[in-house]
């Protein structure tokens, strides 16, 4: 079974929405975590882009985090044959 993906993104960004709708189209369960709510939150980002604020940051599982990943990226790191 797949890991359930996790968003870690802020409600005001367009780049997080349209990921939100992507894993909202496509079905997938996944977990949002708000960055500007949580310091931890807030660390992890910063861990994940060498001590950056970058998001939103998609971490699926064992996989290398993902930088605003196109929906291409995340058909391929959620394992999702289109065609």
Known sequence: MQA???LYGADWCKKTIAIQ????????A???I?????DEAMQA???MNRGRIRFPMVVVG????????????L?????NNIE
Request: charged share 40%.
């Open 34 to 38: 708000n960055v500007e709510e949580s």
């Open 45 to 47: 980002i910063k861990d």
């Open 30 to 32: 996944y977990d949002y």
């Open 4 to 6: 359930k993906p996790i």
């Open 62 to 73: 064992e996989q290398k985090p993902m930088k605003n990943p196109s929906p291409e990226e």
């Open 21 to 28: 709708d992507y894993f909202k189209t496509h079905d997938v």
């Open 75 to 79: 058909d391929v790191a959620l394992g």
